[in-house]
């Protein structure tokens, strides 16, 4: 149980474009969802917090123009890099809390890679 | 604002061995404590969690990771490890029982020798 999805699992796009990646909780339901960041060999840094039904919250100096986040459903929470540019290549990994429960283990994404030509 | 170190970038370990994994947390409060696996291809997966009671904490795997609250450490450890346990940890602190979102470290790239 408390499988997280992602799709794609690597994209390549050309500098300017959107590209939308999407984050599925596939056996629960998440009402807060989260949104890493991840350099290679560096660590995951926080990007904003999901909630569904409501607009997400963006971690300081995360551009939210920049960084869509749509969180429509319990089950799935996308997020639209918009204006792709070289420097936003990365692993974007997300991660989902089970509703309800009492601790807020997260349960994460196999992540998605981003290269931006 | 948290913060977590894991003062070691690599550690080269003979299969058999045993291993510590160490990290380090600054919180005001009382944290909320994890530790993580990552493998190639692999999403991150929860080795054991830390939220309040007794100080040594089980996980899967034969891990397990102590809490000193003297020391704000919370290291990993596991009695003898196997190949398979090559992979990058990670060791977070979350805020409000981890129903935020986690703050890492930069990560402990885990060799194992055969």
């Known amino acids: 149980g408390a499988v997280v999805s992602q799709h794609p699992s690597w994209v390549i796009c050309k500098s300017g474009t959107s590209v939308k990646i999407e984050c599925r909780s596939l056996d629960f339901q998440a009402t807060t969802m989260f949104w890493y960041r991840q350099f290679p060999k560096q660590s995951l840094m926080l990007m904003a917090t999901s909630n569904e039904g409501s607009k997400a919250t963006y971690e300081q100096g995360v551009e939210k123009d920049k960084f869509l986040i749509n969180h429509a459903s319990l089950t799935l929470s996308t997020l639209t890099v918009t204006s792709a540019h070289p420097e936003d290549s990365s692993f974007y990994i997300c991660?989902?809390?089970?509703?309800?429960?009492?601790?807020?283990?997260?349960?994460f994404g196999p992540g998605t890679r981003l290269t931006v030509l | 604002a948290q913060s977590v170190t894991q003062p070691d970038i690599h550690i080269t370990v003979s299969e058999g061995a045993s291993l510590e994994l160490r990290c380090n947390y600054s919180?005001?409060?009382?944290?909320?404590l994890f530790w993580y696996v990552q493998s190639p291809g692999q999403g991150l997966q929860l080795l054991l969690k830390y939220f309040s009671g007794d100080t040594l904490v089980q996980g899967i795997k034969g891990f397990e990771a102590e809490f000193k609250r003297s020391q704000s450490s919370f290291n990993l450890r596991k009695p003898s490890v196997h190949w398979s346990d090559a992979a990058e940890y990670f060791c977070a602190v979350g805020r409000l029982g981890g129903a935020d979102g986690l703050t890492f470290g930069k990560g402990t790239h885990l060799i194992i020798q055969p």
């Open positions: 919180y005001g409060a009382t944290p909320y």
């Open positions: 991660s989902a809390r089970v509703a309800g429960a009492s601790h807020g283990e997260q349960f």
